[in-house]
């Protein structure tokens, strides 16, 4: 069984900074490529930012450079450094992870993360 668990998510004020990490666990042969998608009420679901297993990285254009992704291979998790922040972030962001659970490629599915609430507002 894999689980995605995601935590740092919280109320921040308009310019700080968060930043979010999850990790995966359970029987795992091979995490590929793993990202972050972000959600507001009323709103589709909004790609944030992705990277692959080389740890090559792409963002949504409305990042500007503010936020970062990186991973930890041996750790199995994936962060997501949010600076300057906006009221416009305000979304619950939900992690994924296309994993492998075995050695045949029949096991490969992408996973998600319960997602955590991030607030920006004075």
């Known amino acids: 069984q894999v689980q995605l668990v995601e935590s740092g998510g919280g109320l921040v004020q308009p310019g700080g900074s968060l930043r979010l990490s999850c990790v995966a666990s359970?029987?795992?042969?091979?995490?590929?490529?793993v990202g972050w998608y972000r959600q507001a009420p009323g709103e589709e679901r909004e790609l944030v930012a992705e990277?692959?297993?080389?740890?090559?990285?792409t963002y949504a254009a409305s990042m500007k450079g503010r936020f970062t992704i990186s991973r930890d291979n041996a750790k199995q998790t994936v962060y997501l450094q949010m600076n300057s922040l906006k009221p416009e972030d305000t979304a619950v962001y939900y992690c994924?992870?296309?994993?492998?659970?075995?050695?045949?490629?029949?096991?490969?599915?992408?996973?998600w993360g319960q997602g955590t609430q991030v607030t920006v507002s004075s």
């Open positions: 994924y992870a296309d994993i492998q659970t075995g050695r045949l490629t029949s096991s490969r599915n992408n996973y």
């Open positions: 359970g029987s795992i042969f091979r995490v590929n490529d």
């Open positions: 990277i692959s297993r080389n740890r090559v990285a």
